[in-house]
């Protein structure tokens, strides 16, 4: 059985700095892609970041290019988004996803989802 579990999210002040997890289990890691995908209340889910997690080769959406950056871990099965200098408008529920594709172009809606972390950032 797939499972994606997130974790690592709070409530911080703007331009502060969060890092979340997205502990993956029931595949070989490497062979799917996984993403980063938030949602605004009365917003659409969008894509944040995606990355192959075969050879780390990543994506990140304009509006947090420089600020946010997806990695992965390997030996611990994890993806990780590192979120820094952090603004109100982030304020979302934090979804990791897998498209079942060992690449994560594109990097939109894919197919499962965890159960997602609250970020909170203060003005």
């Known amino acids: 059985e797939v499972r994606l579990v997130e974790s690592g999210g709070g409530l911080v002040q703007a331009g502060g700095s969060l890092r979340l997890s997205c502990a993956t289990s029931?595949?070989?890691?490497?062979?799917?892609?996984i993403g980063w995908f938030r949602q605004a209340p009365g917003k659409p889910r969008t894509a944040v970041a995606c990355?192959?997690?075969?050879?780390?080769?990543?994506f990140h959406v304009d509006s947090v290019k420089g600020r946010f950056t997806i990695s992965k871990d390997n030996a611990k099965n994890t993806v990780y988004l590192q979120m820094n200098n952090l603004k109100p408008e982030d304020t979302a529920v934090y979804y990791c996803?897998?498209?079942?594709?060992?690449?994560?172009?594109?990097?939109?809606?894919?197919?499962?989802y965890g159960q997602g972390t609250q970020v909170t950032v203060s003005s």
């Open positions: 996803a897998t498209d079942f594709s060992s690449s994560w172009s594109p990097c939109y809606e894919y197919e499962f």
């Open positions: 029931g595949f070989t890691f490497g062979d799917y892609a």
């Open positions: 990355i192959s997690t075969s050879d780390g080769d990543a």
